[in-house]
């Protein structure tokens, strides 16, 4: 996967630091140890709709999914 820029590491951590500087906890509103969905995901990128709106949007392992789990005849 393409590493994050350092503007977008501290642009995340700048949110961080403002949830957890104004609701004392974060996340703020859910359960830390119990969040559903949204710490794992597993699902199918569409990788047009990436390479349409990103730039390396995707790593190699994406990529090439669809050809090594999926391929015809397997």
Known sequence: ????????????KDVCNYI????????????????????????HLDLDYYDQLFRDGYGESQAQHQARWHAAGS
């Open 20 to 43: 957890y500087d104004t609701y004392g906890r974060f996340p703020a509103h859910v359960d830390a140890m119990y969040v559903p969905g949204v710490w794992v995901q597993a699902h």
């Open 1 to 12: 996967m393409p590493h994050y820029s350092a503007d977008t590491i501290a642009c995340c």
